[in-house]
């Protein structure tokens, strides 16, 4: 896996992913303590609608930006959007209200809706083969999953030595270095889509996504994803302290187990992919979901027993592992389905189309969980990713085919 970074550009555009994802660590902690700063008791409250608001921001600004730079140069977007987020975390120690909070968070969170897409959108054509771009794509989610474990070991270290208004030094810190590592990188040549009107240009990714099999059963496969993983984020902290009386250290360790589950398959998936289509490994993961949903609902509503935490520990090892089946080869589909010009608008329609679902799992993991009770919502959000895997097999059939690029394209690439 690691001899991708053998390529100098994605090298550096790694180390760039890696540095600002560990600053975006230390910001979710650094913001959790100022919220507490703020609200006391209620810092709860302002984080709830923080979240709210970044899942907003990913919905609606992706494909509005993609669409307003679509004959921008990347470089140049990328290094904007990286001091735009540094600029935001300078200014969050500084706040005093909770609606700054709001404020400063959307326009950090557009900054990384900016970035993101543009990011993702320029590796397949810095990695142009498919096996090389496959272990891009396992080692950036080995990236995601190292740094949930990272950054809050690296926050408490922090914690023990300055204030937690430093932990925002260190998220400007990551953002300035991800924008120095972007400068260094030579972007390979890219030539602008042709001209066209603005609404066209802000439906396009929504427009392939809709002509695609393959791209509408990925639309389905989001809400697969989501679904595990709202019920996870969300309610991690309730099932380990509140429902078996667990240490709040065990909260970390349950959270552990799910990300090493998630890493496990990261590591590797470019030799299953290498054995596999996409579709059958994907679809496995898709199954997998719903199945584990229902199984955590059995043991929290009956659950109570000595073997209750080994076996939460278990399920939730596993929900890692499927989650990841399915959103690591994720953007195989969207380089398969896109164009050197298209590319953008369509990984920006996936970055919103993906948050979309999350922006309906995460509440009804959340406030719908507090009133039904957790059995119920793990059955409703087993429902939600049985409704996305459905979707996904009708769309995405499993004789293999598929819609292609132009194969004059393809060879031109290869």
Known sequence: MLSVLRNRAYALLFSAQVIALVGTGLLTIALGLLSFDIAGGDAG???????????IAYVTVGPL?????????????LITADLLRASVAMSLPFVTQAWQIYVLIFILQSASATFTPAFQAVIPSILPKEGQYTRALSLSRLAYDLESLVSPALA????????YHQLFV?????????????????????????????????????RVFGSRPELRALMGLNLVVAAPTAMVIVNTVVLAQGHLGRPPSDTAVLLGAYGCG????????PKLLDARPDRGVMMMGALAAPALLVASAALIAWGSGSLAWPALLVVWFLTGAATSTVATPSSRILRRNSTEQNRPAVFA???????????????????????????????????????????????????GRVCRLDQTAQATRH
Do not use: N
């Open 45 to 55: 409250v302002i984080l709830g609608v923080a979240m709210t608001v970044k899942m």
């Open 65 to 77: 930006i993609a669409a307003l730079t679509a004959r921008l140069p990347r470089k140049p977007l």
């Open 349 to 399: 329609a996936q970055f919103s189309l993906s948050h979309a679902c999350y922006l309906v799992a995460y509440p009804l993991a959340g406030a719908l969980g507090a009133t039904v009770g957790l059995p119920v919502i793990a059955l409703v959000l087993a429902a939600l990713a049985v409704v996305g895997a459905t979707a996904a097999a009708r769309a995405w059939r499993p004789d």
């Open 170 to 206: 260190g998220t400007v810190i990551g953002f300035l270095g991800s924008a120095s590592l972007v400068l260094a990188v030579r972007f390979p040549r890219i030539e602008a889509p042709p001209a066209a009107p603005f609404l066209a240009r802000l439906t396009e990714g929504v």
């Open 156 to 163: 408490a270290l922090l914690l023990t030595l300055v204030s």
């Open 262 to 269: 998630s890493m496990l398959v990261a590591l590797g998936m």
